[in-house]
Each structure stands twice: as C-alpha cells, then as structure tokens.
C-alpha cells in the first residue's frame, strides 16, 4: 500500500529530529555530571593559583657593589591548608621556608591569600607591614583575565607592596609543562609607576618571579633578583629553571649543596623514612619535621649519612623534612601515608 505524500514528510522529519533531540539530550547529561563547572568558561579551563598541593622554590640573587653576584639561596613558599578569617573574608596562610631570613624576606608565616575563581583575580594581604607608613590592606597579586592590550595594576610582596606597578598585556601564548601539560602564558610590559622589567604569568602557576613577586622589580637593578627555580604540584615537578637543582645556597662562588640531593624513601611513608645524605655530610646533623603552617613536630640529632626516622605517630599529609649541619642546609617535602 503506498503512504500518503503529507504522512511520508511527517515521518521523514521525525526522523530527521530524533538524532538531534538525543545528541542535545546526551550533551547536557554530560554537562551535568562534570563537564560544566565554574572554572569553565566556553570549554576553556581556567587553573586556580590556591592549592594546598603546590610549592614555589624562589631563587634569591644578593649583587654585590659593582654588580656582580655575591649570595644565592632557595626560599620555599606554599600555601597551608587551613583557613582564616580576617574581617569575614576567608583566606589561605602563604608559609615560607627561608633558611637565610632577612628582613626584606622573612620566614614562616609571611601573609595571606584569597581568589576568585569567577573573577579569576589573586589577592594577597600582608602578615606585618613592611614599612612604618605601609597600610595592610588586601591588595591585587593577580589578574589571570586579562588579555591582550588590557592593563593591570598589581603589588607584589615585601618590599613591592610599598609601590604600584602598572603592566600592560603585549602578548599571550602557551607553555608545555615538564609533564606535557599545556598553560596559558601572559606577557607583560611596563607602563608605569616603578615597574621596570617585562614579566610573564603562567597560569596556576604566577610569576617567573616567584608566586608572591608579581612586578617586583624596582629594587631588583642594584641588589637583588628573583627567579622562580622550580614548581610543584604534590610531589610532581612541573616548572624548573635549571636542570639539576632545585635548592641553590651559593656564597662568594662556592657551590654546596645544590649538585648532592638527599634520597628519602619510602615517598609516601608509612612508619619509617630513610634517609642518604651526600658524602659531604659527614658530620652530625640536626634533624627536624613541619608541617604545612611551618609548627615545627619533630627535631633530634643525628651522625652519618644514613639512617632512619619514625614517623607513624604523623597525620597523614605533606610535611616538610630539614637537615642542618655547618656544611648547609637541605629541605625535602615527603606525603605520610595512613599507617595500618
């Protein structure tokens, strides 16, 4: 029997609907279990700078008269797990481990941090002031939504804080992390204020500085300068300046530590840590353990280059391991695992 025309469309255009109504239907089943969050925006992610997981290791270069250099040490920075609250706002702790603290850069708890992950902007406010007449006050560390020709205004840590430091974006572009991961990258030069340098921002990450050194470079011609060393995310490195190292203490041209890493295993552990140290670390050495908010947990003495330390009475987390003899010093974040 042969169908009527106006029946034959009707059912070639039901036909014609249904695969389009179950791709729309699938897509916003997949939208709804994970695909559809607030850091992304038109399918483009957007990487958050707060993580409890992440560290910074910061090259410090001390220049002596004439230019040349005279110091190199590593400050490590991470931001603890707890949170505060400060006037209502809920931050995050910035903790640094600086075996050389100065007053322009101190240790421990060095201030506080907050973002927006919708705004996709980084606020840092100071533990302490730095200067008799500097107002602690949150203050802009970073705007990761800006765009090419955009302009911003940040203030970095320390000494930075104390002037503004107006970029303009010139350029972005991508960079592959050591683990082939892709970040945006931002390009930016100075337009004002002390700004004296380009700078670069990779996102998750923050400034080639050092995370708390946007736009810090108005003392950086005559006495210091800043480099990111390396970056990680848990146990993960993902950014290194130098191939090698990622702890540097250099005096008057004499390398220490930096080429004789320690070997601490197992990572994660359980109920022991063992530890070998270099040949050069004959002596006795005095151990210690902290954990993320810089408490100091554990400290005792130890002699030779190889023994063990008991760590079942730890909460499960990353801690911080330091070693200290008059050779040097060496840091090493290791995970504790639940012990059973």
Known sequence: MRVPSDLNLSYLRMKTKLPNRIALLAAAVLCFFSLCDSTRVFGQDYVPLIDASKQWNVMVTWYAYGGSPAIKNTIDFWIAEND????????????????????????????????????????????????????????????FS??????????????????WNTYVVSSTSSVSLLNGSERK????????????????????????????????????TISFSLDLLCYFEGETKLYALM????????????????ANPIHCYPNPARNELNISLPDNFHDCHTISIFDLSGRLLFQEVHCGNEFKLDVKALQPGFYLLRIMNPTGIIDQKFLKHLTI
Do not use: H
């Not at 903790?95 to 705004?119: K, M, Q, W």
């Not at 004296?196 to 708390?212: A, F, K, T, V």
């Open 84 to 143: 505060t609250i400060i006037n209502d706002t809920v931050y995050n702790t910035v903790i640094a481990n600086n075996p050389n603290s100065t007053g322009y850069f101190p240790n421990g708890t060095v201030g506080f941090i907050r973002e927006d992950t919708l705004e996709r902007k980084v606020y840092f406010r100071d533990y302490e002031a730095t200067e008799p007449f500097f107002t602690i006050k949150d203050r802009l560390l970073y705007d």
């Open 146 to 163: 800006i765009e090419s020709g955009d302009t911003v205004e940040v203030f970095g840590m320390y000494t930075c804080p104390e002037f």
């Open 185 to 220: 990258v931002w390009n930016l030069s100075p337009i004002g204020g002390y700004a004296q340098n380009n700078d670069q921002w990779i996102e998750g990450i923050g400034s080639l500085n050092g995370m708390p050194f946007p736009a810090c470079y108005q003392l950086q």
């Open 243 to 258: 191939e090698d190292t990622c702890e540097v203490y250099w005096t008057s041209s004499v390398s220490e530590l930096a």
